[in-house]
């Protein structure tokens, strides 16, 4: 796996990839990094180019501030000019399918493709489920007393995960 380092909006934020040819881009879900998003196309890297980022707020891509998916559709724009890809396939997973399909509509001239894994955004016009709701308000409250008490709050929520995720 080679490593990316790139900037958008002023921010450093890191990726790996791996093999040749056509572009896919797989995005994890939410309080993850790259390590979730490799087993869905790491196999993939024996045809394919394959990237899989640390969105901003995550693994590697520090970053302490709101986010919104328009700005997460943005750098994953910035990952493209970075690696000096025109068109990609955008994957994403779990919160990682709301980047995915907003950068295909915000960018619909570089998506060569859009897959959607266990989805949890359906667009702005439907908005979040009510579970979905309570889960990202639970989490932005974990993440908001991390802030203030450390990294150690967040701990709880890694315990159950595969070892290479939860590290």
Known sequence: MREVWF????????????????????????????????????????????????????GKSWYGSSLTFDQLADDVEALLDQTGVDRAVIGGASGGSGVALRFALRHPGRTAGLVMVNPVYAGEE?????????????????ASRALDEGVQVLRPLYANLPPQIRE
Do not use: C, K
Not at 126 to 142: C, E, I, K, N, W
């Open 7 to 58: 900037e958008s909006g002023g921010v450093r934020l890191f990726a790996v990839g791996d093999g040749t040819g056509p572009v896919i881009v797989m995005l994890h879900g939410g309080m993850a990094n790259h390590w979730a998003s490799l087993p869905l196309v790491a196999p993939l890297s024996a045809r394919y180019r394959v990237v899989t980022p640390d969105l901003r707020g995550n």
């Open 126 to 142: 439907s908005g979040y489920t009510g579970p979905q709701r309570d889960t990202f308000a639970m989490m932005d409250a974990v």
